[in-house]
């Protein structure tokens, strides 16, 4: 087993209480889990009590390693697990929700977990453990998973007054990069899903908006080849 600490003081304390244990000091989000993964030989188990000011940083770091991770067991606030168990009937429906739901066979919150279970106890904060079981390989390519991100974390950015996509894709400048017809596509395009608000398209159509939107960023590149060939092409029969 191999501890991930960041505490100085933590470390310490447990390399001296189990001499035999792995203890890396350092944030669970540097950790390289495809290195760890190929030198234990098998996909990973992790088991974490995770730091509120990390929380959503550690739950997409866990994601983008789901290839690695076969289950994840965490100790989170009430408010995120909610969020990340929410379907698209719900009010917490969240990029959360459908990132954990594209790439995970099975997600459960198992138990709650009383104060008193802290040192020191913390207060008015509900928490409980979430048991996730990753996909043993993801349902996009990497570009498209980028893609997807950024799509829903601007699109889900408008907090209490969502708007349709059309007016929110633009707002990304890590889309805008990846698409370079972004804004001529959410002015003109007649595409169903830029009249929809976030909340109202499901997991599985946020996919196919990822793969749409990767291959309009594939679009330009492909032509600018073509261009440069046929370039070329004018260029040897002239000579």
Known sequence: MTAVELDGLAVRELSEALPSLDVREMSLLDFDFAAHAAQRGGRLTVIANV????????????LDNSEHIARAVLVLQQEVINRVLADQTQRKYSSLSIEHMLRCLNIEEICKVPAIAFS??????????????????APMES??????????????????KPKPLRQTLTKSSALRRAVPDLLEL?????INWLRKKPAELAPGKW?????????YSLAEPAAAVDG????????????
């Open 51 to 62: 730091p509120f000011g990390i929380t959503s940083q550690t739950l997409y770091t866990l």
């Open 120 to 137: 020191p106890p913390p207060r008015r904060t509900n928490t409980a453990a979430l048991v996730i079981d990753y996909a043993p390989e």
């Open 143 to 160: 570009d498209e998973a980028k893609i997807l991100r950024a799509a829903l974390v601007v699109a889900f950015g408008e907090g209490n």
């Open 186 to 190: 959410c002015q003109t395009a007649d």
């Open 207 to 215: 996919l196919h908006i990822a793969r749409s939107l990767t291959s």
């Open 228 to 239: 440069e060939e046929e370039a070329e092409g004018e260029a040897e029969g002239v000579s």
